[in-house]
């Protein structure tokens, strides 16, 4: 399988640059199992869409402004992109540098304190913050939150709110749980009252959710890593909504690779797990942790892209972007949403 199998041509002007004014105000592409046909809905219908002990999935992970600029001795400046906080006011980033900075080297960062490089591994660099608090705190003040790079702006006061779910509070992640973005207190009172459960995962998003596919070949492609944690209190609420003939509905991505991960880390059932996940879902692989997803619009030959065609249909999914391109939906983190159902087809 190759990674051009999952191309398609975009129009530059459907990429969202912004959120709507209200958050569950977007378009929601109903997309059911071959041969039905295709819904223009609105996100607003999500109640009508779905039934009394359905169960809804979301990521609670809360994303960190991890975007920092600073400059080394030798008076280079770096910009730095943290992809993972790993306590005692280290971390895990990328360094956007004319010149690699070598282990030992401090950059002095512009909203105060130091990064000390305290060593490599690959792409990553481990940096030493040398800050007045915890580096969690001191983000809050100093860093800017890293909005994906298709967003051709610099971040406003309105993204620091809308670029978080509402229900988000495990703090982390580098990058939104995009589907998540579309639901807010309305909606989800409205869902409450269909009889609609909710519960959640952790999946810190990663920065290397927007590193391209770089081998053709599928086979060669090294997955980045994410931490994820699924407890016991989803576990059981999974089982008791699936024994009493309720669906279970990822809002996004995240959740399937964190429910799947936790099922293959359980020998094919799914049980709780907090650790790393490498997982790459590609068509050929069957998704059996939830039975419908709530996802926004990829990227062009994206590991997302390829994981909701694993849990549609290749051809199901393509179809359903052409459909959106010609009605011109807004794709990606600040755009509109799809509901899947799962196919048999592929």
């Known amino acids: 399988m190759k990674k051009s199998d999952f191309h398609y041509d975009l129009p530059p002007e459907l990429i969202a640059q912004a959120p709507l004014p209200e958050r569950s105000a977007s378009r929601l592409l109903r997309v059911?199992?071959?041969?039905?046909?295709?819904?223009?809905?609105?996100?607003?219908?999500?109640?009508?869409?779905?039934?009394?002990?359905?169960?809804?999935?979301?990521?609670?992970?809360?994303?960190?402004?991890?975007r920092l600029f600073g400059q080394k001795s030798t008076g280079g400046r770096v910009e730095i992109l943290i992809e993972r906080l790993l306590g005692g006011n280290e971390a895990r980033a990328q360094?956007?540098?004319?010149?690699?900075?070598?282990?030992g080297a401090r950059i002095a960062m512009d909203a105060g304190g130091e990064a000390e490089v305290l060593g490599r591994d690959g792409e990553f660099y481990r940096l030493r913050f040398h800050v007045s608090e915890s580096l969690e705190?001191?983000?809050l003040h100093a860093g800017r939150l890293p909005l994906p790079p298709y967003i051709q702006r610099e971040p406003g006061r309105d993204d620091a709110e809308r670029y978080q779910t509402v229900f988000a509070r495990e703090v982390g992640a580098v990058a939104a749980p995009t589907a998540g973005l579309h639901f807010d207190e309305s909606l989800l009172q409205a869902l409450r009252e269909r009889g609609v459960q909710f519960g959640h995962v952790?999946?810190?998003?990663?920065?290397?959710?927007?590193q391209p596919v770089r081998a053709d070949d599928l086979s060669q492609h090294v997955m980045h890593s994410e931490w994820l944690n699924v407890g016991a209190g989803l576990v059981e609420q999974i089982r008791r909504t699936r024994a009493a003939g309720g669906r279970v509905i990822g809002v996004g991505t995240t959740v399937v690779r964190a429910l799947e991960s936790a099922t293959r880390?359980?020998?094919g059932e799914l049980q709780p797990y907090a650790g790393e996940t490498r997982l790459f879902i590609l068509p050929g692989y069957r998704i059996r942790s939830v039975d419908a997803m709530v996802t926004n619009f990829h990227l062009?030959?994206?590991?997302l892209l390829m994981m909701i065609s694993a849990f549609a249909g290749k051809q199901r999914v393509f179809d359903a972007y052409a459909h959106a391109i010609a009605q011109r939906y807004r794709f990606f983190s600040y755009g509109d949403a799809m509901l899947l159902s799962a196919s048999d087809a592929e």
Not at 39 to 56: H, K
Not at 202 to 208: D, N, W
Not at 300 to 303: A, F, G, K, M, V
Request: charge should be negative.
């Open 265 to 267: 880390q359980g020998g």
């Open 300 to 303: 062009p030959e994206s590991t």
């Open 32 to 66: 059911p199992p071959a041969p039905a046909a295709l819904e223009d809905r609105n996100v607003r219908d999500l109640p009508q869409l779905l039934q009394p002990g359905d169960l809804l999935v979301f990521n609670d992970t809360r994303v960190i402004p991890a």
């Open 202 to 210: 952790t999946l810190h998003v990663g920065a290397g959710t927007f």
């Open 95 to 103: 360094l956007g540098v004319s010149k690699s900075p070598k282990e």
């Open 137 to 139: 705190q001191w983000l």
